[in-house]
């Protein structure tokens, strides 16, 4: 009987991103990898864009899968060369908040748990935002969010605590709502933006999700918008949100959408997959159904 091939499989690090240190992260991959199915190389990222160009090259050799060790930002980096190809894309959490991860429950800081998911999972083709910048896997959008990401992306601590903490420094002090143009497919919305979020993925990260059914194999984003509220209601907001009930808070409206242009400005500050952009020109959004293979556990029926 003629043995199977095995797949090659691309592990590529960011060794900066999250809290957790990634040093021991190639003896794991040693210790769990199914050697019966795959062959694998492992890379560090150097730079910001990296991740990306890897993959790109990992494809060109016709790798099977590239595996990204890191947040969302890490994955995003690596999904940006894989949307297309034949290429699937893995994951091992390691970041900050593990949205995209969390919402196809592959475990977050587990090397093991996610490992398995690699050796046992299915391959199934899921959506992605497309922005006229660049490809999004979880949310983007502007407002508090952006802010707290600029602002958080220069807290020399990560972590759950220091996210919270440039949360409540942003609104206590600095946050002002964008002005802002925005047409959602045929609505069109101007006012000042508290919250301006579109998700693919359920997550926020930290397992804080917006939207109870969020699907990454509909087609369309979920968008919740908020304006401004008194900083007495923030309690109850917040536990809204946490809660998935959004529709329960005054302020807040939810939209489902294909395609999104938000008309910017000099003072736009964005994030896409939690990291910071501020762009002078307008921004255009829109899904794209089922663009790239992603290894998800074997059990995993909702997505």
């Not at 590529?12 to 991959?29: A, L, T």
């Amino acid at each position: 009987m003629e043995e199977a091939k095995k797949k090659k499989v691309m592990f590529i690090i960011n060794p900066i991103s999250g809290v957790y240190k990634k040093k021991n992260i190639p003896e794991k991959v040693a210790r769990y990898i199914d050697y019966v199915k795959y062959d694998y190389t492992i890379r560090f990222t150097q730079y910001a864009g990296h991740a990306t160009l890897i993959a790109q090259q990992a494809v060109h050799e016709g790798y099977e899968v590239c595996v990204a060790v890191g947040g969302d930002g890490s994955i995003n980096e690596v999904a940006q060369s894989l949307v297309g190809t034949d290429t699937a894309l893995g994951i091992i959490p390691y970041g900050s908040g593990n949205g995209f991860a969390t919402h196809l429950k592959i475990p977050p800081r587990d090397a093991k748990g996610a490992l398995d998911v690699l050796n046992t999972g299915k391959t199934v083709k899921l959506d992605l935002i497309k922005s006229n910048l660049r490809y999004i896997v979880s949310n983007a959008g502007f407002g508090i969010d952006s802010s707290v990401a600029r602002r958080f992306h220069h807290h020399g601590i990560r972590g759950l605590a220091s996210y919270g903490w440039a949360v409540v420094k942003e609104l206590l002090f600095y946050f002002q709502p964008f002005h802002a143009k925005v047409e959602i497919d045929d609505v069109t919305i101007e006012r000042e933006f508290f919250l301006f979020t579109a998700f693919n993925a359920n997550q926020y990260g930290y397992d804080y999700a917006v939207f109870p059914f969020t699907s990454m194999k509909d087609g369309v984003m979920d968008v919740i918008v908020m304006t401004r509220f008194p900083v007495w209601k923030l309690p109850y907001i917040v536990a809204c949100l946490i809660g998935k009930r959004s529709d329960l808070i005054k302020e807040a409206e939810a939209y489902r959408a294909k395609k999104i242009k938000i008309h910017g400005h000099k003072k736009m500050v964005y994030q896409f997959d939690g990291d910071s952009i501020i762009h002078h020109d307008d921004i255009t959004l829109e899904a794209v159904p089922q663009c790239i293979n992603v290894i998800v556990p074997e059990n995993l029926n909702a997505y």
